[in-house]
C-alpha cells in the first residue's frame, strides 16, 4: 500500500529527541528520511544511556526509525558540497542544532534557498527571538521555562518537571505539522518556507489553561484547587496538585492492594453524583442540601475524594474502572509503563511494537500513534551509522564508484 508522504525527501540534520521524534514521524508516514550524522560519532544519543556496551542505545534506536544514515562531514569542503547536493534533491531539511550551527558551517536560509527555493527549512529550537534566543536546551529547561513546572507538583513542594517529553516529544509534532503544512502551502506555491518551533512556546501551547488560571486569577480564588477555600492564593498561578485542570473537579484515589502504582483518577461531573454516591454507600448525601449541586461540594471537594477514596481502597484500579464508568464517573487506573507494555489491544493497533535489531536483538518502542487508514505505519529497525552512506551517494545524488572512493578517501563521508 502507498503512504502518505510517498515521495517526499527528508535531509535529516535532527539529533537527540525533539528534532528526530519529527522526521520519524514523516518516515512512518512515507518520507524518504535521511539521517545526516558526523562519521565516526553520529547522533550523540547512540552512546548515551546505552545498556549493552557498543550497540546503539534504546534512546537512540527508539526514535530514529525507518530513516536511512549517511555519515557526512558537513564542515570540510567536500562534504559542504555533497551537502549541498542533497539540498538539491530533498524536499525538506530538517535540523534542531544549537542557535546558529548551520549558519556557521555556510547554510544559512539564504543560502539553501539560493540551492533550492522549494526547499522547507525545518528548525526546533529552545526560544524564539527574545533574551534567550542563543541558548541551548534541553527538555526539562523548556519544562520550567514554558510554564509547565511552576504549576506542577504540590502546593508545599517545589516546582515539579512531568517525565511527558512535552518539551522534546512535543515539539516535535508541532514541527512535524509545520513540515506538512508547508508542503501543503508549496502545491499551490512551488515555493518552500522557513518552518520554526521554539520549545518554550511548545510548552507554553499546552499549559493553555494555565494561561486561563492567571487571568481567572484576579477575578477570585481558583475554587477547583486544593487551596481553596483555606489556603492562599498569590499573584502566580500555583500548583494544583492531582487536581483537573478543567471544568470537572478530579482527583488521584488509592486502591487496593496499596502498592506504589495502586491509584485511580476519578472525576465528578454533577450527572455522576448521585451514582458515585451510590456506589460507595453515601445515598444520604445525594439530595443532601450541603452537597447537591457542585457550587456545594467546591469547598469541600478533599472531603468529596476523601470519602471515594474510602470506597476505592477496598478495590483494585482495574474494579473500580469496571464499577465507574459504566455509571457516567470518568476514571481511569494509573497505569504503570510495565502495565502499558504488556497491554494487549495497545500491541494489536501498533502502540507498543517489537522490534528486531541486528547487534541489539529485539527490543520493544512506541510506534506512531497517529492512525490513517490508507497510509498504515510499519515500524522499521533504526539505520546502523553511515549503513546508507554509499547507496545515498549513488542513488540520490548520482554518484559514479570512483567519486564515492574519492569521498571516502577525503574523509567527508
Ligand atoms: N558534520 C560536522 N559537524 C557536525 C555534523 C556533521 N554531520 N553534525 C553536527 N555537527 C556539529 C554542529 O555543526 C555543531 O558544531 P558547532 O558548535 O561548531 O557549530 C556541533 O556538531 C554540535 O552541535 P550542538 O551545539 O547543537 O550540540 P550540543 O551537544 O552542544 O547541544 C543541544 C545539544 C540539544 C543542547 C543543542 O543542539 C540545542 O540547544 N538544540 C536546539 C534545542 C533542542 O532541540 N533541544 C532538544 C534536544 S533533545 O533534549
Known amino acids: 500500500m502507498g503512504k502518505a508522504l510517498d515521495g517526499v ?18 518516515a512512518w508516514f512515507g518520507a524518504d528520511v535521511i539521517k545526516v550524522e558526523r562519521p565516526g560519532v553520529g547522533d550523540i544519543s547512540r552512546s548515551q544511556l546505552r545498556d549493552i556496551p557498543d550497540v546503539d542505545s534504546l534512546y537512540f534506536t527508539m526514535l530514529n526509525h525507518n530513516k536511512r544514515s549517511i555519515a557526512l562531514n558537513t564542515k570540510g569542503e567536500r562534504g559542504k558540497e555533497i551537502f549541498t547536493a542533497l539540498i538539491r534533491k530533498c524536499d525538506v531539511l ?17 543560502r539553501i534557498q539560493e540551492i533550492n527555493p522549494r526547499m522547507i527549512y525545518a528548525s526546533v529550537k529552545g526560544f524564539g527571538p527574545g533574551p534567550y534566543v542563543d541558548c541551548k536546551v534541553y527538555e526539562n529547561v523548556a519544562q520550567c521555562t514554558g510554564g509547565a513546572a511552576s504549576t506542577t507538583g504540590f502546593d508545599d513542594g517545589p516546582p515539579l518537571v512531568t517525565s511527558a517529553q512535552i518539551g522534546d516529544s512535543g515539539t516535535g509534532l508541532n514541527l512535524a505539522l509545520g513540515i506538512v503544512t508547508a508542503l501543503f502551502q508549496r502545491e499551490r506555491t512551488g515555493r518552500g518556507q522557513r518552518v520554526t518551533c521554539a520549545m518554550q512556546d511548545g510548552v507554553l501551547n499546552l499549559c493553555r489553561v494555565k494561561v486561563r488560571d492567571q487571568q481567572r486569577l484576579k477575578h477570585g480564588p481558583l475554587k477547583e484547587f486544593p487551596q481553596y477555600p483555606n489556603g492562599k492564593f498569590g499573584d502566580a498561578v500555583p500548583r494544583a496538585g492531582n487536581s483537573s485542570g478543567g471544568g470537572q473537579p478530579g482527583w488521584v484515589v488509592k486502591c487496593a492492594p496499596g502498592g506504589p502504582d495502586d491509584y485511580a483518577y476519578v472525576i465528578i461531573q454533577p450527572q455522576g453524583w448521585e451514582p458515585l454516591m451510590k456506589v460507595i454507600g453515601r445515598e444520604d448525601l445525594v439530595d443532601h442540601p450541603d ?5 456545594d461540594r467546591l469547598p469541600k471537594l478533599d472531603q468529596c475524594f476523601a470519602m471515594v477514596e474510602e470506597w476505592t481502597k477496598t478495590k483494585t484500579k482495574f474494579e473500580v474502572m469496571e464499577i465507574l464508568n459504566p455509571l457516567n464517573v470518568p476514571c481511569g487506573p494509573i497505569l504503570s509503563i510495565k502495565d502499558l507494555v504488556e497491554e494487549p489491544s495497545l500491541r494489536q493497533t501498533g ?5 528486531d535489531h541486528p547487534t541489539r536483538g529485539s527490543y520493544l518502542t512506541v510506534g506512531n500513534p497517529i ?10 529497525r533504526s539505520p546502523l551509522l553511515g549503513e546508507h552512506t554509499d547507496e545515498i551517494l549513488k542513488e540520490v545524488i548520482g554518484y559514479s564508484d570512483e567519486e564515492i572512493a574519492a569521498a571516502h578517501e577525503q574523509g567527508a563521508v
Open 94 to 110: 530538517a535540523e534542531n542544532f544549537a542557535p546558529g550551527a548551520l549558519d556557521r558551517m555556510g547554510f544559512t536560509w539564504d
Open 9 to 26: 525527501r527528508i535531509l535529516d540534520m535532527t539529533h537527540v529527541q525533539s528534532g528526530p521524534t519529527c522526521t520519524q514521524l514523516l
Open 371 to 380: 492512525k490513517l487508514s490508507d497510509s498504515p505505519s510499519e515500524v522499521k
Open 291 to 295: 452537597w447537591r449541586t457542585p457550587a
Open 351 to 355: 502502540t507498543v511494537v517489537e522490534v
